[in-house]
Structure formats: structure tokens, C-alpha cells
């Protein structure tokens, strides 16, 4: 198996402008994650989808920052429009069916190093 | 509010000794607690679990304790090697089954 797909490894935007992260989870787990990781404040949890759908947006910062996830392959996190203080690396994780019951076993990706200038 | 503290600063400690690493947590109560290793570039990666019932678990030069009244859980690797040098952190899992990430220590590993 790949593993975690994202992509870009690497993103330089300039301030203002709209800005599309994607990941591929692995085949088969039902559970997605958006985590974001600084210096400053460690892995932050964005957002959680289960089974497709959003389960806890809790962690998205505000309106400029939307996540989607149209089927069981694919999902992707957008910042319109970005802003400096985005800058960081996102990463996607996901677990399979019946991790609950094992303590939720993430498996992430190697994340995409975002910078806005 | 929730808080999960490990060590900012790096330790630092011979090869073939014991490296210990700690995670406390306040106003949590967590089914399980986890932990990852994450290298400079990568992502996390899991290395073991311990659920609330348990006190200690083992996996080859690995060892997990939970001490759910003191809130902490230590993190241990005996017979270090430099390949041991990175990030470690611990992951607290409740109810919502979403892990929360504590901000992680350095481990190097000198030879």
C-alpha cells in the first residue's frame, strides 16, 4: 500500500491568494483527518470526516478555510484567501473500520509545508 | 481547559542507555493514550497504545506505562541507538475518539 498521499509537498503562495490541499487516504479506512503543525502550537486537529462526511469542524479556524471530502479517495482543504499566519505544515491522516474499537490508529501522510508570503 | 505537556527541551543521551520521555495531561480523561514518532520532513508515525486499564505495555526496546491518577505516562526506550534520534509524541484519545496531540520531545541519541 502507498500510504497517505498529499499533495503539494510544498506550497509558496503570496498573501491573498486561494490555495488547494489534497490527500488520498488509504484504501479501505473510513476515517480522514486535517491536522495542522507550528512550532508554536504542535499538531492542531482541523477537521475529522467519517464515512465522507464531516464529523467535527471544530478545529478550522474560520470562514476562509473550507475542507471536502466527495468520496471514500479523496479529500482536499482550501484556504481563500490565505494570509501569512497560515503558514505551516498540513497534514491528512486516516484510520480503517473498527479503529475506534483499537484506539483510533492514525497513519499520515508526509504532509504539505505551506508558506504565504 | 484540556492540556497535554511533554518536554520542550531536547533530551540528550548516550547510546545504549535509557531514554525516558514524559507526557502529563490536566482535565482529561482519556480511553487511550498514544504514541508516535515523527521524523524531521515526515509525518507521525504510531509506535504503541496503552488503553486506561492497562498500566504497561511493551513492543521489542519499547515500554509504555499509564498512571491514570497521576495523569502521566512515560515513555521509555532501552538499549538507545542514534537511529532512535527524533520527535516523540503522545496522543490522548476520549470519547470523541480524536486524538490530541501533545507538542512532542526530541530525543538525540549520541554515539
Known amino acids: 500500500d502507498a500510504g497517505v498521499i498529499q499533495s503539494p509537498r510544498h506550497e509558496v503562495t503570496e498573501m491573498g491568494q486561494e490555495v488547494t490541499l489534497r490527500c488520498k487516504p488509504i484504501?479501505?479506512?473510513?476515517?480522514l483527518f486535517w491536522y495542522r503543525q507550528t512550532m508554536m502550537r504542535g499538531l492542531e486537529l482541523l477537521i475529522y470526516?467519517?464515512?465522507?462526511?464531516?464529523?467535527?469542524d471544530s478545529g478550522m479556524p474560520e470562514d476562509r478555510f473550507s475542507a471536502k471530502m466527495p468520496n471514500a479517495s479523496f479529500s482536499t482543504l482550501k484556504i481563500q484567501p490565505s494570509e501569512p499566519r497560515d503558514s505551516a505544515v498540513y497534514f491528512c491522516?486516516?484510520?480503517?473500520?473498527?479503529?475506534?474499537?483499537?484506539?483510533?490508529?492514525?497513519?499520515f501522510g508526509s504532509g504539505t509545508q505551506l508558506s504565504v508570503l | 481547559s484540556q492540556k497535554i505537556e511533554q518536554n520542550s527541551e531536547a533530551l540528550n543521551i548516550q547510546e545504549g542507555k535509557t531514554a525516558t520521555l514524559t507526557c502529563n495531561y490536566t482535565?482529561?480523561?482519556?480511553?487511550?493514550l498514544q504514541w508516535y514518532r515523527q521524523d524531521p520532513g515526515r509525518g507521525p508515525v504510531f509506535l504503541l497504545l496503552?488503553?486506561?486499564?492497562?498500566k504497561e505495555k511493551r513492543k521489542e526496546r519499547l515500554k509504555v506505562t499509564f498512571d491514570t491518577t497521576l495523569k502521566q505516562s512515560l515513555f521509555h526506550i532501552t538499549a538507545s541507538q542514534p537511529a532512535d534520534s527524533a520527535t516523540y509524541l503522545c496522543?490522548?484519545?476520549?470519547?470523541?475518539?480524536?486524538?490530541?496531540f501533545g507538542r512532542g520531545t526530541s530525543l538525540i541519541v549520541h554515539p
Open positions: 491522516a486516516s484510520s480503517p473500520v473498527g479503529a475506534r474499537a483499537s484506539g483510533e490508529k492514525l497513519f
Open positions: 496503552i488503553r486506561e486499564n492497562e
Open positions: 470526516f467519517n464515512n465522507n462526511v464531516p464529523i467535527d
Open positions: 482535565n482529561y480523561s482519556p480511553a487511550y
Open positions: 484504501s479501505g479506512h473510513n476515517s
Open positions: 496522543a490522548l484519545v476520549g470519547g470523541s475518539y480524536i486524538p490530541t
